[in-house]
C-alpha cells in the first residue's frame, strides 16, 4: 500500500475511535503500526535496523544513489520499502524500521523473534551522540502524536539537554536497552550485519560495499562511488532545502528553513555530544556508557568512536 495511504488510513481509523480513552487510543495506532510493520517484514528481502538518530536516511540515501546508478533511475527516487522493487524487481524490498511497534502485535518484548532467519543489517551509533541528536529531534521535528504515542517527554516540559540526554524516557537507558536487546539476539537472529555509523563516515565506499553484498545486489567501484558522491553532507543537505525527496514523506523535509536544528541533515560531527555539556556532566555520561553498553558494538568510554577514535564530520539522520 502507498505510505500516504497507509498513514491516511491509520489517521482515519484513530479518528473512528474518538471515544475510546487517550490510553486505548495509544495502545490502538502502535497496533496499527505494528501490524504493517509484520506485514513489511514479511515481505522483505532485508531489515535495516536502528534506533532513531543512528544515521538511517544517510543510509537509505546512499543505498538509493546505488540502485539509482545501477538502474538508471532518476535521483529524486528514494528507496521506500517496494517502491524501487516495483520499477524493477531486481531492486530488493528492504524494511527500514526503528523497531518500535512490532512487538506490540507480536508480544515479543524481551527477544528478537520476529526476526529470527531474517536478514538484518543492525545500524548502531554512540549512544551519546545519538541521545544529544534525539534531543534536537524532539524539540525541533518531532510531532505531538510522535511523542505521545512512543513515550516522550512534551515538549513544554522545561528540560535541559542534559536532563533529557540522561533520561529514563528517552534518552541514554533507553538507547542503550534497545542496543543491549539487539546484540544479545544478534547470534539467535542469525543472519545480522553490523554496520556503525563511524564507520560510514570513515570508510563509505567500503561500508556501503559490504551492505550491498549482504543484501545480495553487489555493484561496482563507479556505482559505488558516485552512490558516496550523491550521499555527501553537502549534497543531502541541498536535497532537503529542495524538497528533492517530498514524495517519500516528511523524513527529509526541514521543519523551518530558518533553524539548521530543523533539518534532518542537522550537524552530524562524531563525538560531538560532547561539545554540549561541561566536564561532570561529561563524566557522568561517560560512566553510563562504559558500565551499560554491551561490548558488540565496539564503543568504548573514552571514544564516540571512529576507528581511531577520532572526532569527524558527517552526516547525521
Not at 284 to 296: D, Q, R, V
Amino acid at each position: 500500500m502507498n505510505p500516504f495511504l497507509t498513514k491516511l488510513w491509520r489517521q482515519c481509523v484513530v479518528a473512528a475511535n474518538f471515544f475510546r480513552s487517550p490510553e486505548e487510543k495509544v495502545a490502538l495506532e502502535r497496533g496499527l503500526r505494528g501490524r504493517d510493520e509484520a506485514a513489511k517484514l514479511a515481505d522483505a528481502d532485508c531489515s535495516i535496523i536502528s534506533f532513531g538518530k543512528s544515521g538511517r536516511t544517510w543510509l537509505r540515501v546512499m543505498i538509493s544513489g546505488f540502485y539509482q546508478a545501477k538502474h538508471g533511475l532518476s535521483e529524486s527516487q528514494m528507496i521506500v520499502f517496494d517502491n524501487l522493487h516495483r520499477k524493477n524487481e531486481a531492486i530488493p524490498r528492504i524494511f527500514f524500521s526503528h523497531d518500535n511497534y512490532l512487538k506490540d502485535v507480536t508480544g515479543n518484548l524481551d527477544s528478537k523473534k520476529d526476526y529470527y532467519g531474517k536478514k538484518v543489517i543492525l545500524l548502531a551509533r554512540h549512544p551519546g551522540d545519538v541521545a544529544v541528536s534525539q534531543f534536537f529531534q524532539w524539540q525541533h521535528r518531532m510531532r505531538p502524536r510522535k511523542m505521545l504515542i512512543n513515550d516522550y517527554p512534551p515538549r513544554n516540559e522545561a528540560m535541559s539537554i542534559y536532563d533529557f540526554v540522561v533520561g529514563e524516557r528517552a534518552g541514554l537507558p533507553k538507547i542503550i536497552g534497545f542496543m543491549n536487546l539487539w546484540a544479545q539476539e544478534a547470534k539467535a537472529v542469525g543472519d545480522v550485519l553490523l554496520v556503525r555509523y563511524e564507520d560510514m563516515k570513515v570508510e563509505p565506499e567500503e561500508t556501503l560495499r559490504r551492505v550491498l553484498e549482504f543484501i545480495g545486489t553487489p555493484g561496482t567501484d563507479e556505482q559505488i562511488k558516485k552512490a558516496v558522491a550523491y550521499s555527501s553532507f553537502e549534497n543531502m543537505k541541498k536535497m532537503e532545502e529542495k524538497r528533492t525527496f517530498w514524495l517519500s514523506g516528511s523524513r527529509m523535509v526541514p521543519k523551518d528553513r530558518k533553524n539548521p536544528h530543523s533539518f534532518k541533515v542537522r550537524r552530524g560531527k562524531v563525538g560531538g555530544f560532547r561539545d554540549y555539556f561541561d566536564e561532570t556532566e561529561e563524566a557522568a555520561i561517560e560512566k553510563m556508557i562504559g558500565e551499560n553498553l554491551s561490548s558488540y558494538f565496539g564503543y568504548d568510554a573514552q571514544a564516540a568512536s571512529t576507528p581511531n577514535g577520532s572526532k569527524t564530520e558527517s552526516q547525521e539522520s
